[in-house]
DNA sequence: AGCTAAATGAAAACGATTTTCAATTGGCAG
DNA sequence: CTGCCAATTGAAAATCGTTTTCATTTAGCT
């Protein structure tokens, strides 16, 4: 788990300078439990700093997302691609299509598939994606 | 497997008219067997007509979407959706992150999975994505 | 306190996609 | 076969999310 000082001390390990911008923004990711969509981010900025630009966020999230400390949730027709909070170790999402909730899971064997398919293609298989869809237990609820 | 004339009764079935502009269209994605960015089946399309709209292409792929006859790629940093050929199958994605060459590949035993997240989450699960991501062995060969 | 490279915000640029709208056309009805 | 009408088309403009440009400000070392 990353707390908003230990990424500080991340970013500025790596040569980034620590301005009052980018604590707003690492305070509004560390405050949500949920995944949000850079709009959502600069919404939830906004309402501590008005003045913020999109660009800042933008910059500050490709930082972040470049150390590692945010992923990406890849679902949806037009695939747009949501920003989300702290992965660190290797896990995964489970998204209701009805209303965009996801949950996090981490195990996954997938070594014996990646395996064969090393075998067959002659890939050097690197990393994957992962992810279920379907509705949540409010959404099937809340359809009866 | 779809062919063109398979895939124009089923338009036509939908209520849809065939019109030459799709006509073409269909035979440029039927005639390739590879993954197309939409870029890529305009280019294709204008070679046989130049006069052909961009926006008649989005709408055809838009149709043949929607009655599952394409299906999208969702793989990338930036995440551009790739339009990709006849699906119909359940498939999935092994994909090179350096060029972009996209294998597919059929099996994955993701049902003990599926069960235990089910249990877990009370989620009703109807779908997954699964991409592997790495290097062709063309691309590792090459960076030698 | 002063300096410098990094960071910021506004505006413009950008690429992919969508909307608008007037003109055209496929395909059924007569 | 002909006419009609809703569906389809293409051009241009609009839109969306993101990136670039650039002049101004600032973090953080000296």
């Known amino acids: 788990m990353y707390t908003e ?4 001390n991340l970013l500025r390990q790596q040569g980034y300078k620590i301005t009052p911008q980018r604590r707003k923004i690492l305070a509004a990711i560390t405050s949500v439990n949920e995944h949000m969509t850079t ?3 600069y919404d939830k900025v906004c309402q501590e700093d008005p003045g913020i630009g999109l660009v800042t966020i933008y910059r500050t999230l490709d930082i972040l997302t470049e150390l590692g400390l945010l992923c990406e949730v890849h679902v949806g027709g037009n695939c747009r691609s949501y920003l989300m909070r702290r992965p660190v170790e290797h896990h995964h999402h489970l998204v209701c299509s009805e209303c965009g909730t996801v949950v996090d899971f981490t195990d996954c064997d997938l070594s014996g598939l990646e395996d064969r398919l090393t075998k067959d293609t002659h890939f050097e298989i690197n990393g994957h994606i992962l992810e279920f869809t379907g509705r949540c237990r409010n959404c099937i609820v809340r359809a009866k």
Chains 1, 2 share one sequence.
Not at 5 to 8: C, F, M, P, Q, Y
């Open 39 to 41: 709009a959502e981010i």
């Open 5 to 8: 000082k230990k990424i500080e």
